[in-house]
């Protein structure tokens, strides 16, 4: 009866068919405006470091690159309306520890975008009037000013990356 009552619950809160699980609630980092907010300028919220420091301690990666010391969560949300299918963070210290130090002290951050490179390169460059494949860099600091959008597995989808320069 219980089991029943807290299925019930969960499809009251989550929907009846949004496809997430709790498996998936496990994985998964869900990202809205407010969290991503200054991203478009390669900044960080206070709210995306804290739910970066959260997903080291409680979410599962999809993906941990020892050789690149990067590690990659599945995410929901968008950016510029466009839809985001998982998140990279680097730098990362192997074994992974649950501070701070551990993944992202030299920070950089890449959205993976389940769209055409071409569409998406098409679509930022109508609606915001930027070309995020050129990069835009800090002079001092050489740190990217606005993401830089870059293929991601041979085109089939992209890539918007920050990363802090030279630190």
């Known amino acids: ?10 499809f009251i809160l989550f929907g009846f068919n949004n496809g997430c699980s709790i498996e998936d609630e496990n994985k998964t980092i869900f990202l809205d405006e407010k969290i991503l907010k200054g991203f478009e300028k390669c900044e ?3 709210e995306f470091k804290e739910l970066s420091l959260k997903a080291l301690k409680e979410k599962t990666p999809i993906e941990i690159d020892q ?8 995410a929901k949300g968008k950016f510029f309306g466009l839809p985001i299918e998982s998140i990279e963070k680097g730098v990362c ?6 501070d701070s130090f551990s993944c ?3 920070y950089n951050t890449a959205l993976i975008i389940p769209k055409p490179f071409n569409e998406v390169k098409d679509f930022l460059k109508k609606s915001t ?6 990069e835009l860099r800090d002079k001092e600091t050489e740190a990217l000013l606005r993401p ?6 041979g085109g089939k989808k992209s890539i918007l990356y920050c990363d802090a320069g030279n630190l």
């Open 1 to 10: 009866m219980k089991r029943l009552i807290y299925l019930i619950l969960i």
């Open 44 to 46: 960080y919220s206070e």
């Open 67 to 74: 050789k690149r010391s990067t590690i990659k969560y599945k």
């Open 93 to 98: 210290y192997f074994p992974l520890d649950e």
């Open 104 to 106: 992202g002290f030299a």
């Open 129 to 134: 009037g930027m070309d995020f494949t050129k």
């Open 148 to 153: 830089l959008l870059i293929p991601y597995e």
